[in-house]
């Protein structure tokens, strides 16, 4: 019987262990989580999104309150366009949060930085211009395109010296997206080098509508392996969404997948930066505990426990002081909501938004409880404590469970 440690994930001459740690924003997959990936000889990913907040709680910087100081005047201002994002600012807090990642890694393995196109950030291509390029900069082993079919990305930094060595992928969820993605890209001459194929179990965002579950992980990877062998496209394949066990991912290795993604089972780990209340609520969690909505300002369907406090809340918008998913006019599917509230329920101190939430402050925050779909089999994983409370896993245990473990077994913590 394999294991996953019986494969490898190749790229060029370098071996790794075939586990990636999916991104995670925002600060969810923190930099300790990816450092552990890295040092245990698999992939780890940290986010860029929200990027300058992340900073600030990782290094003490004043990114946000100052971004907040030159846009105050605008709080009141139903139109977001005048608040725009310093590029430089962008670039520094990106080079800090990467940079300093990437002095702390140790071990075989790879950090990647997950970079979601659909932080439109009031200004998307030259923002997503300078994240990408800061990512290099900051000697980023990789970047995962997620979010968004980033037709345009790799002609974004095809002139950064990295730009052919550092490893760069996409994930994707059909193969029309990925056909698209390729056609798109053709000119700069350059294939992805991994393509992570995610299912409708995953958690964060879906690339998928409201139909998510007449869609399967495995059909949609046997599709794209078929059209990439008759294209002779040799790109390793990353399936990702509900692999909870080893045996699961041995079954997507076993049929040509180069590494599988998780990260689900990640979320109750001392790494991840979930805070450890809200960890319990992952534990705890049953199957009807979880839902796929409409809640998200960017228009995708996102995964979460019903109990997120981010779910009904109507608070002010922050754009000010974040601003990461206004369009490119200023715009955010949450502002228009709140105001339709607001305009409907005159002097009241307090309104409720059930149709979209102010995802950038709840993320923050972390108000907005996403998993994946099997977050409700996170108790199978530990022991429950006298006090009724899971124990919180090492991400190493999480780990080793994937690459070791047969039968579909799960290893408790000691
Ligand atoms: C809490 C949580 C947050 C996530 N946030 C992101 C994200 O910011 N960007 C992204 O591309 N994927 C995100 N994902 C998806 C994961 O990176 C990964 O592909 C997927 O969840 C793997 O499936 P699994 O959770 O069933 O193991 C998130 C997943 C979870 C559980």
Same mark, same amino acid.
């Given at each position: 019987?394999?294991?996953?440690?019986?494969?490898?994930?190749?790229?060029?001459?370098?071996?790794?262990?075939?586990?990636?740690?999916?991104?995670?924003?925002?600060?969810?997959?923190?930099?300790?989580?990816?450092?552990?990936?890295?040092?245990?000889?698999?992939?780890?990913?940290?986010?860029?999104?929200?990027?300058?907040?992340?900073?600030?709680?990782?290094?003490?910087?004043?990114?946000?309150?100052?971004?907040?100081?030159?846009?105050?005047?605008?709080?009141?201002?139903?139109?977001?366009?005048?608040?725009?994002?310093?590029?430089?600012?962008?670039?520094?807090? !990106?080079?800090?949060?990467?940079?300093?990642?990437?002095?702390?890694?140790?071990?075989?393995?790879?950090?990647?930085?997950?970079?979601?196109?659909?932080?439109?950030?009031?200004?998307?291509?030259? !923002?997503?211009?300078?994240?990408?390029?800061?990512?290099?900069?900051?000697?980023?082993?990789?970047?995962?395109?997620?979010?968004?079919?980033?037709?345009?990305?790799?002609?974004?930094?095809?002139?950064?010296?990295?730009?052919?060595? %550092?490893?760069?992928?996409?994930?994707?969820?059909?193969?029309?997206?990925?056909?698209?993605?390729?056609?798109?890209?053709?000119?700069?001459?350059?294939?992805?080098?991994?393509?992570?194929?995610?299912?409708?179990?995953?958690?964060?965002?879906?690339?998928?509508?409201?139909?998510?579950?007449?869609?399967?992980?495995?059909?949609?990877?046997?599709?794209?392996? %078929?059209?990439?062998?008759?294209?002779?496209?040799?790109?390793?394949?990353?399936?990702?969404?509900?692999?909870?066990?080893?045996?699961?991912?041995?079954?997507?290795?076993?049929?040509?997948?180069? %590494?599988?993604?998780?990260?689900?089972?990640?979320?109750? !780990?001392?790494?991840?930066?979930?805070?450890?209340?809200?960890?319990?609520?992952?534990?705890?969690?049953?199957?009807?505990?979880?839902?796929?909505?409409?809640?998200?300002?960017?228009?995708?369907?996102?995964?979460?426990?019903?109990?997120?406090?981010?779910?009904?809340?109507?608070?002010?918008?922050?754009?000010?002081?974040?601003?990461?998913?206004?369009?490119?006019?200023?715009?955010?599917?949450?502002?228009?909501?709140?105001?339709?509230?607001?305009?409907?329920?005159?002097?009241?101190?307090?309104?409720?938004?059930?149709?979209?939430?102010?995802?950038?402050?709840?993320?923050?925050?972390?108000?907005?409880?996403?998993?994946?779909?099997?977050?409700?089999?996170?108790?199978? !994983?530990?022991?429950?404590?006298?006090?009724?409370?899971?124990?919180?896993?090492?991400?190493?245990?999480?780990?080793?469970?994937?690459?070791?473990?047969?039968?579909?077994?799960?290893?408790?913590?000691?």
């Amino acid at each position: 019987m394999k294991r996953v440690d019986d494969f490898r994930l190749r790229f060029g001459k370098q071996e790794l262990v075939p586990i990636v740690i999916g991104g995670m924003g925002v600060d969810i997959s923190t930099a300790d989580l990816a450092l552990e990936a890295a040092r245990l000889g698999g992939v780890g990913h940290i986010s860029d999104a929200m990027v300058k907040t992340v900073a600030d709680r990782r290094f003490n910087t004043k990114f946000v309150k100052d971004k907040l100081k030159q846009y105050k005047y605008n709080v009141e201002n139903p139109d977001k366009s005048v608040v725009q994002f310093d590029l430089g600012q962008l670039a520094e807090a !990106t080079c800090l949060h990467v940079g300093k990642t990437m002095e702390a890694k140790r071990g075989s393995g790879m950090i990647f930085v997950n970079c979601m196109e659909k932080l439109t950030m009031n200004a998307p291509k030259e !923002t997503l211009r300078v994240r990408l390029a800061s990512a290099l900069d900051a000697g980023v082993d990789g970047i995962t395109l997620a979010a968004g079919l980033h037709l345009g990305s790799f002609a974004l930094i095809e002139d950064h010296p990295r730009f052919r060595d %550092a490893k760069l992928g996409i994930i994707v969820s059909s193969l029309r997206a990925l056909q698209l993605f390729l056609r798109k890209s053709a000119r700069t001459n350059r294939l992805p080098d991994y393509v992570v194929v995610e299912g409708p179990l995953a958690g964060g965002h879906l690339g998928f509508g409201m139909d998510w579950a007449q869609y399967d992980l495995a059909t949609i990877v046997a599709e794209i392996r %078929a059209w990439l062998v008759a294209e002779k496209l040799d790109i390793p394949l990353i399936p990702a969404g509900g692999i909870f066990t080893g045996s699961d991912a041995v079954s997507f290795l076993e049929n040509g997948a180069a %590494a599988v993604q998780v990260a689900t089972r990640f979320t109750v !780990t001392e790494e991840c930066g979930l805070p450890a209340k809200v960890q319990q609520h992952y534990f705890k969690a049953s199957e009807a505990d979880i839902v796929v909505n409409q809640v998200s300002p960017t228009g995708y369907p996102m995964r979460m426990l019903t109990s997120s406090p981010a779910i009904g809340s109507g608070i002010r918008p922050n754009c000010e002081a974040y601003g990461y998913l206004l369009d490119a006019h200023g715009s955010c599917a949450y502002i228009t909501a709140y105001n339709r509230e607001v305009a409907a329920h005159p002097g009241a101190k307090k309104v409720s938004v059930m149709d979209k939430t102010c995802l950038c402050t709840h993320m923050r925050n972390f108000d907005c409880w996403t998993c994946g779909h099997y977050t409700y089999r996170l108790k199978d !994983t530990s022991r429950k404590d006298e006090d009724g409370n899971y124990r919180i896993l090492s991400a190493e245990h999480v780990f080793h469970d994937y690459q070791y473990s047969t039968d579909n077994k799960i290893a408790l913590p000691d």
